[in-house]
């Protein structure tokens, strides 16, 4: 029967008695390395502890075996670990896979709305003629030719001093407003201290009261100088309008100038598959609406091409976006490897589906 040196005996009675006094809730955890220092310190240090071999060989202390068993984390810790690299690795290849199976769809011969089947509109001068293809239309080829765009009317004042007296004749001024819908009478209060700007403003602000087919603003060309100016809503000669002053009432729009018309309204005039046609606006509709063909500008003469037929630039992103949800699923793997069976990578190598993968994976 072996015996422990009296030191041993000393040793371990007080580690015990120690340990006992503290709740277990307040206990270091086991893997403090603190705790194994201080116990190979103190065990190490006692004569006769560490030198018990029958062969003069020094064989580990206790405390260094206790260190030793002591070293690696308990079952429950290597769980946690195992888990916390697991999960996240596992849920980031799903998504990748779940991306992955979306774009290859977009390009299956099984989905009927892939990206092959998709319909365009291509123009062969897209900074002058534009257009979209949507549910219903039909390959086609058609040719146009713009000869004016569609614009609203624009009336613009007189260039006057932002801070000059005005020389109109205090009190209430009124004008007409006439369009397509008839004609309004609106009324412009001026007071004696007014300025052109402050003028101008009143005029613009009852200009707008009406929200209608006349929209007005004020311009500052310059720091000390203003003008108004007053558009139409909408393109088109239909929604032209005039304005002027009611008669016997005051004189803000002959004064402002703002019933000068700069620009008038005016109707697109195009060619279209050699028919001419008039638009009020730059919007042309063909196929019924299935194909919606915007006018950008005149095309000087030019003759427009506009072919509706397969999407190629939706193949092309469709292809992109295939490639990049790859390249992520390869990228997710090579991260999972080392927690993923060797048979399920190597599967994806046979399959060449990721010859990318590092051989090691």
């Known amino acids: 029967m072996t015996t422990r040196p009296p030191q041993q005996y000393a040793i371990l009675g007080r580690i015990e008695r120690n340990m006992a006094l503290v709740p277990r809730s307040r206990r270091p955890p086991i893997a403090d390395t603190a705790l194994v220092k201080a116990l190979a310190s103190d065990m190490d240090a006692q004569p006769g502890v560490a030198d018990l071999s029958p062969f003069r060989e020094r064989l580990p202390s206790q405390a260094q075996l206790v260190a030793q068993a002591l070293a690696g984390a308990p079952p429950t810790l290597l769980q946690r670990q195992y888990l916390a690299r697991v999960g996240p690795a596992l849920t980031e290849l799903a998504r990748t896979a779940g991306a992955l199976a979306a774009t290859a769809n977009a390009l299956s011969p099984a989905n009927g709305l892939n990206a092959f089947n998709q319909l365009g509109v291509e123009s062969s001068a897209p900074e002058l003629v534009g257009g979209v293809a949507l ?17 609203p009317q624009r009336n613009l004042s007189l260039l006057l001093g932002r801070a000059t007296p005005t020389r109109l004749v205090a009190g209430s001024h009124r004008l007409i407003v006439r369009d397509a819908t008839g004609s309004t009478t609106l009324a ?81 005039a195009l060619v279209l598959d050699g028919i001419s046609v008039t638009l009020p606006n730059n919007q042309v509709d063909l196929q ?37 949800a790859l390249g992520a699923m390869a990228g997710a793997l090579e991260a999972a490897a080392d927690v993923l069976l060797p048979a399920f990578v190597a599967e994806f190598r046979a399959r060449n589906c990721l010859p990318w993968l590092p051989a090691s994976a």
């Not at 005149?298 to 003759?303: N, S, V």
């Open 288 to 324: 019924a609406g299935a194909v919606q063909v915007e006018l950008k500008a005149p095309t000087a003469g030019q003759e427009v091409l506009l072919t509706v037929g397969p999407d190629r630039p939706a193949v092309l992103r469709a292809v992109e976006l295939l490639a990049g």
């Open 188 to 268: 412009v209060q001026i007071d004696p201290s007014d300025t052109h700007e402050i003028a101008l403003g009143e005029l613009v602000r009852a200009l707008n009261s009406l929200n209608g087919s006349v929209v007005a603003s004020l311009l500052f060309p310059t720091e000390g100088t203003v003008q108004a100016v007053a558009a139409g809503r909408s393109p088109g000669r239909a929604a032209a309008f005039e304005l002027a002053d009611a008669p016997d009432s005051g004189a803000i729009v002959a004064w402002s100038g703002l019933g000068n018309v700069e620009r008038a309204a005016s109707d697109a």
């Open 135 to 151: 549910v219903g239309a039909q390959p086609a080829v058609h040719r146009l030719a713009v000869q004016q765009l569609a614009n």
